[in-house]
């Protein structure tokens, strides 16, 4: 950074699976904060970062996306200069205490803005999570971190098939741990239910759901699991969405419109 002479690095905002991520200033409008994401080149295969970048900027003009300002390469290192978002973690904030309902509804309601965004640009995020969810002042969700990302349709615009999931286990739905192909999009709408859930229950619906359920009985999860999400006993519309959000089998699995037109979505809760 200090290379770089443009910005001057403020502190370091957190470390990620390649590389740590600095609020930094930028020298020439020092008012202008933004935040750096810096890949060393001995952490990272090229391609993946080229990868990650071009499917970010595919998908970063929306307001519940973190935007992308600029990319450069110094040597084989990779920085990333993106919007900064000055509120942490939606995980952090989640920590830090209970959710008002309305809240919850807010976040929710811009993480499926943004999710529906990014769909229609044919992008699957495949690692929607508390941790990769930043937020901005006044509230506002912004989805980050496409490393686990994919263009979900085919140079014809056919439906590509995943056969290998990436992410994070305790944010899968069932297929992901299956022996068999499946689509992507229905996946990230599975994690935004599990995010959901775990803005209301500070805690994610299961643990089990790890390697060794690559066998498991799905019938039985399933049971487990629907007992669970009652157990959300905060607010019927939210087990109602829970209930059609968290569905296990993908092809019965609430659609986005479906969220965008559920009694959780539209109804108006008093202002925290
Ligand atoms: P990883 O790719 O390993 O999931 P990231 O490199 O995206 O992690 O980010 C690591 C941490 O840095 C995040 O958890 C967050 O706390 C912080 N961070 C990343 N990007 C930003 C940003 N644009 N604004 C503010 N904080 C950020």
Not at 131 to 140: A, E, I, K, T, W
Not at 174 to 182: I, N, S
């Amino acid at each position: 950074l200090k290379q770089q002479n443009k910005f001057e690095p403020i502190r370091k905002l957190g470390k990620g699976t390649f590389g740590e991520v600095w609020l930094v200033r930028q020298k020439a409008s020092p008012n202008y904060l933004c935040a750096i994401k810096y890949v060393p080149g001995s952490r990272v295969e090229q391609v993946h970062t080229n990868r990650e970048i071009s499917i970010h900027l595919t998908c970063h003009g929306h307001q519940n996306v973190i935007r992308i300002y600029s990319h450069q390469m110094i040597r084989d290192d990779c920085l990333i200069v993106e919007e900064y978002a000055n509120n942490g973690t939606l995980h952090s904030r989640i920590c830090s205490g209970y959710l008002t309902i309305d809240l919850v509804q807010r976040y929710f309601k811009q993480l499926i803005a943004g999710l529906r965004y990014i769909h229609e640009k044919g992008i699957v995020h495949h690692d929607i999570k508390p941790r990769n969810l930043l937020l901005s002042v006044d509230n506002v969700l912004k989805i980050a971190d496409f490393g686990c990302s994919s263009r979900f349709r085919d140079v014809y615009g056919k439906l590509k098939l995943i056969t290998q999931a990436v992410g994070t286990t305790k944010f899968w739905p069932p297929e992901c741990f299956g022996r068999y192909a499946y689509h992507a999009q229905p996946v990230d709408i599975w994690s935004a239910g599990i995010v959901l859930y775990y803005m209301v229950a500070r805690e994610v619906p299961w643990n089990a759901a790890s390697e060794k359920c690559y066998n498991y009985n799905c019938w039985k999860l399933h049971q487990t699991f629907k007992k669970q999400v009652l157990c959300v006993k905060n607010n019927e519309e939210i087990q109602k969405t829970l209930g059609r959000v968290l569905e296990t089998d993908p092809c019965q699995r609430a659609t986005l419109a479906d969220i965008e037109n559920s009694e959780f979505h539209k109804c108006v809760y008093a202002r925290y």
